[in-house]
């Protein structure tokens, strides 16, 4: 079976679909039961259980999680999607902002994880962190975004070193852009060389998936966006100058 967080929308739901596809009892989490079963619906998963959670609520994940331990032996994949975005530059970054990011997209994937490794380990089962570019090179106008993902790169990153003690496989994803509801890209998309940069989310999922079966750890979508962690790695000052250029977006 399978947990997928942020399953309402975007690369969750594609991934959910694939998932039931490849025959996987779907657990789908997300903040809004209506949309959760909107989605499950759509993915004709009717087997499907649907947990309507805050995964930035750790009182919310923690009864989730014991929840699902309870129902479910183990877990054979647990797919770390939920996020948000949050586009502010540094200087301007509203403190609750920042907080709220951090929640979702660094604590939600780390205690939804810890709350079900039990699960994982005794399926030794593969933990998905749905992480970014973002988590690599610094973007001038989504300073809490990217921080949360640096953040949570490095956390996943911690987590796969020692997963293997308990034969659990963690594989990283770091997605260049994708349009979906939560990104729609409005700014890339509008010049024609950046348009070329973005990928539709069907793309993205078919990658992951590929990523996942051929055992990979760590996957850039598509995996040209390894080039900017090399150049972040290489000539910091030069991703400073660039990444200063991308104008900020005009999406939620
Ligand atoms: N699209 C891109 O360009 C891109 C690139 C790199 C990485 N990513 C990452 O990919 C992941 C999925 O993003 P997406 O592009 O598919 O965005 P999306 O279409 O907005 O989907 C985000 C999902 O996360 C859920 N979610 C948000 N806050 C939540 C919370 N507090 N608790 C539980 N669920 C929550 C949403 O569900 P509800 O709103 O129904 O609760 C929704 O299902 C994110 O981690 C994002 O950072 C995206």
């Known amino acids: 079976m399978a947990v997928v967080t942020g399953a309402t929308s975007g690369i969750g739901l594609a991934l959910a679909r694939r998932l039931h596809d490849r025959r996987y009892r779907l657990v789908l989490v997300g903040r809004d039961a209506g949309r959760l079963h909107a989605a499950r619906d759509a ?27 309870g129902r479910f032996q183990g877990i054979d994949l647990l797919v770390c999607n939920a996020g948000v975005p949050a586009r502010q530059d540094a200087l301007a970054t509203d403190p609750a902002v920042l907080r709220h990011v951090m929640g979702v997209n660094l604590h939600g994937m780390a205690d939804v994880t810890r709350g079900l490794w039990a699960g994982l380990a005794s399926a030794r089962g ?90 990979r750890s760590e996957v850039f979508v598509p995996g040209y966006w390894r080039v900017a962690a090399w150049i972040q790695a290489l000539a910091p000052g030069l991703a400073r100058r660039l990444t200063a250029r991308v104008r900020p977006s005009a999406g939620p």
Do not use: M
């Not at 993915?43 to 331990?69: K, N, R, S």
């Not at 749905?130 to 690599?136: C, I, L, Q």
């Not at 921080?147 to 260049?176: C, E, F, I, Q």
């Open 43 to 69: 993915l004709g998963a009717t087997d499907a259980v649907v947990e309507a959670v805050d995964v930035a609520d750790p009182d919310a994940v923690a009864q989730f999680c014991a929840g699902t331990l």
């Open 126 to 215: 593969t933990v998905v962190n749905v992480v970014s570019v973002a988590g690599t090179v610094a973007t001038a106008y989504d300073a809490p975004y990217t921080a949360s993902k640096h953040a949570a790169l490095a956390w996943s990153r911690s987590l796969a070193a020692v997963a293997p003690r308990d034969g659990v496989h963690v594989l990283t994803v770091n997605p260049g852009p994708v349009v979906t509801p939560g990104f729609p890209q409005t700014e890339l998309l509008r010049s024609r060389l950046a348009r070329c940069a973005v990928i539709d989310v069907d793309r993205c999922a078919d990658d992951i998936l590929r990523a996942l079966h051929s055992g």
